[in-house]
């Protein structure tokens, strides 16, 4: 069976035997394998069953080995040995007999005819379908793992729940969170998955220097503009950063639910996200910033100094 990273599904296989003159438990064996595959389980491999009979005294003095149990083989001086594997190796054995015992010579010839049969099921069951179906069966529900940080999964609940109902109300998906930072989400709407891991993707996306976005004006004030551009996570357009040109005041040239495309300037010491709007802008030829500026001045002569934000004439540059 596939492991729980690879396929985080608790799976439950049933079969129906509706008559029987042989070993039901191997027919099922096979059948599992085959429905398995069908229905797009990864198993890493097929699995097949035979039930080998047995006719004998009671002594097991002479006896005789039969491949695929039948109802007679299971009755006094028979036996049930059923054995199940890959083409690899057995998975799983189950014995009952009628005799006293069997003799050693038994058992060993006993293993090897079955491996024989096993492989030839293989084989006929490799005709019919060879490998999982790369996509699972349309009737189950899709299970999807997303890996975050323990330490924001308040962030994906939410003070008392809200953000976490909130999500699965507009999404129609079921979520467990682990507290290992283990998410996972389940649906059979495909559209509501892909809305929900994007939406817990943003929630939980820790923001890095030169990263752009699309965000919206979510508050103004004089000295910038606030711009929303993940869930929860705001950040600043200084005055400065909005235009090449002087800007004012921000509400000169933005509104509240602008949409506007910045970029991630730094995380300061305090962990606020300062933003660029002109950083995305061509910047006009000649132009000079507070920076250039004081570079001119570093490099020697008589040049612009002040360390302020907008900069301004100071004295001689060193």
């Known amino acids: 069976m596939p492991t729980e990273t690879d396929f985080p599904y608790t799976i439950r296989v049933v079969s129906e035997v509706l008559g029987s003159n042989g070993s039901s438990s191997m ?23 035979i039930a080998m009979g047995l006719a004998s005294d009671r002594m097991c003095k002479k006896w005789r080995i039969l491949t695929d149990l039948q109802d007679v083989e299971d009755g006094p001086g028979g036996m049930d040995f059923k054995i199940t594997g890959t083409r690899d190796g057995v998975t799983a054995i189950q014995m009952d007999t009628k005799t006293e015992g069997l003799p050693w ?3 060993k010839e006993t293993f090897v ?10 084989e006929a069951m490799g005709k019919v379908i060879s490998a ?18 323990p330490d924001q999964i308040r962030d994906v609940i939410g003070p008392g729940g809200k953000m976490i109902n909130k999500i699965i109300a507009e999404t129609g998906v079921s979520i467990d969170i ?12 495909t559209l509501g998955m892909e809305k929900a891991v994007n939406w817990i993707k943003e929630l939980t996306h820790e923001v890095t220097a030169g990263e752009v976005y699309d965000g919206t004006v979510v508050r103004l004030e004089d000295f910038g503009a606030f ?17 090449w040109s002087r800007t004012n005041k921000p509400s000169d040239v933005l509104k509240l639910g602008d949409k506007v495309k910045v970029k991630v300037k730094e995380i300061d010491n305090l962990g606020r996200i300062n933003l660029s709007m002109r950083a995305l802008l061509p910047r006009p030829e000649g132009f000079m910033t507070v920076e250039d500026h004081s570079r001119a001045s570093c490099s020697g002569g008589r040049g612009f100094g002040g360390g302020r934000s907008g900069g301004g004439f100071g004295g001689r540059g060193r």
């Open 27 to 49: 027919a099922s064996t096979c059948g599992s394998t085959l429905a398995l595959m069908d229905a797009g389980v990864p198993i890493k491999k097929p699995v097949a069953g």
């Open 105 to 107: 010579d038994l058992v």
């Open 113 to 122: 005819r079955a491996r024989a049969a096993r492989l030839e099921i293989l």
């Open 132 to 149: 999982p179906r790369s996509e699972l069966s349309p009737y189950a529900p899709r299970i999807i793992t997303i890996n975050i940080n």
């Open 178 to 189: 682990e507290d290992d930072g283990r998410v996972f989400i389940t649906s059979t709407d």
């Open 227 to 243: 711009i929303n551009i993940l869930p929860g996570q705001d950040g600043l357009v200084h005055v400065s950063e909005i235009a």
